[in-house]
């Protein structure tokens, strides 16, 4: 099972910046519905930003969609109605899930200088958990997530 990134966008307001986002995909073990053992996954999130204003201090929130399901009980599924519940942690603790900060999500912020025609690569850990014993058909399972970082 695996999730996919749908897009990656990168929105950069003002100094002449220009940023790109890349998402790797989280691919979980394989699942077995009659163990109570969740399975643990991880991906980097890159974002990559440059200025045309030599040290230009810039601040940007990462946040992750919620795609199949709500933020808070994200799904991955298979057909129209067999899921797979999941979700896409801040760090690895799996105590705060990784939104846009809104309805009981956190989101990851971060800033740094920028300096001038060369571009500084940031990269994030995102953490997944798979809970055990979801009774589900047996299959690939996907979900497509949006990764944005608003400047």
């Known amino acids: 099972v695996m999730v996919l990134p749908n897009r990656a966008e990168a ?10 986002v890349t998402a790797q995909p989280i691919s979980f073990d394989d699942y077995n519905p009659f163990s109570s053992n969740p399975i643990f996954a991880t991906s980097r999130i890159d974002v990559s930003c ?20 709500t933020a808070l009980n994200r799904r991955m599924r298979l057909g129209t109605n067999n899921y797979l519940y999941y979700n896409i942690y801040t760090d690895n603790t799996y105590t705060a899930v990784w939104g846009n900060n809104q309805g009981g999500t956190s989101m990851v912020s971060d800033g740094y200088l920028l300096q001038l025609l060369f571009n500084t690569t940031r990269s994030y850990t995102a953490y997944g958990r798979l809970p055990g014993s979801q009774m ?9 997530l949006t990764v944005t970082v608003v400047y």
């Open 11 to 20: 929105l950069c307001v003002g100094l002449g910046c220009n940023c790109t």
């Open 50 to 69: 440059g200025a045309l204003v030599l040290g230009a201090l810039i601040g940007y929130d990462i946040h992750i969609s919620a795609g199949n399901g």
């Open 136 to 144: 589900t058909r047996a299959g690939n399972y996907s979900d497509t």
